[in-house]
């Protein structure tokens, strides 16, 4: 939960700052690789006031293939993926395709690793989606046609790539230290982002001088608190609960962006909204009929030894 709350502040802290620098070379993608360069020296910072930095061997030397994956492909490419989608669609069709990223962590978990897909769950994310696309289209209409069908299947694959993220994330979460891992993920991540940033953008780093000093604290807070603190929460959901329990709650997210949009913002709440969040909280409530925990500790190379293992629904 504290991910998701956290993670809620990102739209509106984001837009507050995209619509005050209206310059186009300041974008979603730019600001994604300037939060990196905020969150990154968290993590690192992280590991050695821990002094965990010695698990680094032993956890990429047994998931090496994983966590490439994931930092080059489900995090890092999933981004650029995205900036290309919504260039070709509306930022309502996006919302809500990206949101199909639940389904894919189904798919992934029960296909791919095996694990049984709750039923409650299932049906609690289809009624919960429906509210999502109850708040979604108060904003516009949804509507797939020949103009948006390139931009709508990037954020599908943006959507896919996501779910891969959470589902097998939480293979290796269960198994070694989240922190560790999440660093080495977000580093390798850097190497696809930042890069980017340059290439397609090389001349961003020259209109810095605009951002205020308010626009470098919101990055601040959206480096280190959404990527580095908000990721850890979401690793230490991950490794407590199956995916599928855990990806549940990105629903949520719509209903504390709306809020904080509300607080921060001055955004009109309305009753569509109301009623999707109904919806979203009664798919919730059918989700945590069966919610499976898993306790567990650390080794000293950062392997996880397991107390009990996951109860069978």
């Not at 990196?36 to 020296?41: D, K, V, Y």
């Not at 959507?159 to 560790?180: H, M, N, P, Q, Y």
Request: proline share 3%.
């Amino acid at each position: 939960m504290g991910a998701i709350i956290i993670w809620s502040t990102t739209f509106s802290l984001s837009k507050f700052v995209l619509e005050v620098n209206k310059d186009p070379i300041f974008n979603v993608f730019t600001y994604l690789a300037l939060r990196l360069m905020f969150g990154l020296p968290y993590l690192w910072g992280s590991l050695v006031v821990q002094k965990k930095l010695k698990m680094i061997p032993a956890v990429f030397k047994s998931n090496w293939k994983q966590l490439i994956f994931l930092g080059v492909i489900s995090f890092g490419a999933s981004y650029i993926v995205q900036y290309f989608g919504i260039l070709g669609t509306t930022s309502i069709n996006q919302s809500i395709i990206l949101q199909m990223q639940t389904f894919f962590v189904f798919f992934i978990s029960g296909v791919i690793y095996k694990n049984k897909i709750n039923p409650f769950i299932f049906l609690g994310a289809v009624v919960a989606f429906a509210g999502l696309y109850f708040i979604l289209t108060t904003a516009g209409s949804f509507k797939i046609d020949k103009t948006t069908i390139y931009g709508d299947l990037m954020s599908l694959l943006t959507a896919l790539l996501w779910g891969s993220f959470s589902a097998i994330s939480a293979e290796i979460v269960t198994k070694f230290d989240r922190l560790t891992v999440l660093t080495i993920v977000e580093t390798i991540a850097s190497v696809v982002i930042v890069p980017f940033a340059f290439i397609k953008f090389p001349n961003f780093t020259n209109n810095l001088t605009i951002l205020t000093e308010i626009d470098w604290i919101i990055l601040a807070w959206l480096g280190i608190v959404c990527i580095g603190i908000g990721y850890q929460f979401w690793y230490s959901a991950l490794a407590d609960s199956k995916s599928q329990d855990v990806i549940i709650l990105m629903y949520l997210m719509p209903i504390f962006s709306y809020l904080f949009g509300f607080l921060i913002l001055g955004e009109i709440l309305n009753w569509k909204m109301v009623i999707g969040t109904i919806l979203i909280i009664i798919g919730l409530i059918l989700a945590q009929f069966l919610h499976p925990k898993q306790k567990s500790k650390l080794s000293e190379n950062g392997i996880q030894v397991h107390d009990s293992e996951f109860p069978k629904p």
